[in-house]
């Protein structure tokens, strides 16, 4: 039973020791501790390379050796060393997530103020587009009706420049059929003074006709008055 024992705590010993030294790369931090010192070997007898690590120093891990409680880490220096694992962490201390929360925050202030300003910038813009929008709606809406005026004055005016050109042809006509009366009545004046002088004409000639057969009359008259 001791033999069963103590081989299964060999196994698990190795085991631990294989999974440690398969995880041996990665990033540690030096635990909340105030310094830890750095020595040239896994034992407190190993001369100390560095005497103040603070806590939260960030280190690269090259070996871990959990039996031996020891783990050999480089510095952010270059400066390589061995320190106990009790000291280590995987995750940064308290102080520098404090310190990175409030960074954080800061920066998340500072961004939710940028965020207000940008808003209201925004909110600014928006309120001008909106009434540059009205006033386009507007100055739209009085074209439009600026241009119903002009499409019913120009179906006026060409109604108007119709009629017009129909009283002009009525014109030309009515100066063509006054010109064929005045013609006319020319023609008749004419015929009329023609008439007239042919009428002079012919009293002149009766008159002649009298005045050369009368003689006659009156010697025609004296020879029958001495003939009785």
Do not use: C
């Not at 009434?131 to 019913?152: D, N, S, V």
């Amino acid at each position: 039973m001791m033999k069963l024992l103590t081989g299964l705590a060999t196994a698990a010993l190795l085991a631990a020791s294989f999974s440690t030294l398969a995880q041996s790369e990665g990033t540690r931090y030096i635990t909340d501790k105030l310094h830890v010192p750095l020595r040239s070997g896994k034992g407190n007898e190993f001369r100390i390379l560095h005497r103040g690590l603070p806590s939260g120093t960030k280190l690269i891990l090259l070996e871990d050796i959990p039996v031996d409680g020891w783990a050999r880490v480089r510095t952010p220096s270059g400066e390589e060393g061995w320190i106990r694992r009790q000291y280590l962490i995987n995750e940064p201390t308290a102080d520098i997530k404090l310190q990175r929360a409030e960074a954080n925050l800061a920066r998340f202030e500072k961004m939710e103020g940028n965020l207000g300003g940008e808003v209201r910038r925004l909110e600014a813009e928006n309120r001008q587009l909106s009434e540059k929008l009205a006033g386009a709606e507007e100055q739209a809406q009085r074209l439009a009706g600026e241009l119903k005026e002009i499409k019913t004055l120009s179906a006026d005016a060409v109604a108007l420049n119709q009629r017009h050109q129909k009283l002009l042809q009525q014109h030309e006509l009515l100066k063509q059929k006054q010109m064929m009366a005045e013609a006319e009545i020319q023609r008749l004046s004419a015929s009329e003074q023609h008439k007239w002088y042919l009428y002079g004409a012919l009293s002149v000639a009766a008159g002649a006709i009298l005045a050369m057969i009368a003689p006659n009359f009156r010697r025609r008259r004296g020879h029958s008055e001495w003939a009785n």
